[in-house]
């Protein structure tokens, strides 16, 4: 079975510092994605950044990159020079055997000026 | 990656009536889900919505309360039938697009309220 844990509910992080989101999975395929949204208070997903689980190196986005230690499976998400506007929820997630989500519970990041 | 229109983007709904979300993709795709976002809960899969049969249902989701269908391979509706305060939630839509694993896009959600 699939199964994403975060297990942070909620972070506070100081503007234009690094942040670092958790994320752990669980899965018996031997091929996988993992993947991050946010969800800002619209409710809308926005897709951040995509690992495969054959992908030798981490993958980054602009300020967003992510931190995957396969034989820990841990896939990460950082953060760099935090912005009022990367207050939100963020769901870490992992595509399955037939392409459907498998989302984390979430984690409320909240950026202070 | 595709481009979704989501409509309605949100409603306030009487008990026992029912409401249909309709997705438009810009692009044909394989594959479409519907996904439900409780309040302060994480998404949860209804269904995959197949194009020209029948949609494949999760546990614990079934056809007579959430009826779905797929006429083509750029639009898919999702109903929810005889509603109750428990239905309150967000309502999104996501496709496969262009672009394999990247190409992974969410309509912007229906928020519904049931009163």
Known sequence: ?113 | SAVISQKPSRDICQRGTSLTIQCQVDSQVTMMFWYRQQPGQSLTLIATANQGSEATYESGFVIDKFPISRPNLTFSTLTVSNMSPEDSSIYLCSVVGPGGDYGYTFGSGTRLTVV
Do not use: H
């Not at chain 1, 091929?31 to 619209?42: D, N």
């Not at chain 1, 841990?74 to 990367?86: F, H, K, R, Y």
């Open chain 1, 1 to 113: 079975a699939q199964k994403i844990t975060q297990t942070q509910p909620g972070m506070f992080v100081q503007e234009k510092e690094a942040v670092t989101l958790d994320c752990t999975y669980d899965t018996s395929d031997p091929s996988y994605g993992l993947f991050w949204y946010k969800q800002p208070s619209s409710g809308e997903m926005i897709f951040l950044i995509y690992q495969g689980s054959y992908d030798q190196q981490n993958a980054t986005e602009g300020r967003y990159s992510l931190n995957f230690q396969k034989a820990r499976k841990s896939a990460n998400l950082v953060i760099s020079a935090s912005q009022l506007g990367d207050s939100a929820m963020y769901f870490c997630a992992m595509r399955g055997r037939s392409n459907q989500f498998y989302f984390g519970t979430g984690t409320s990041l909240t950026v202070i000026p």
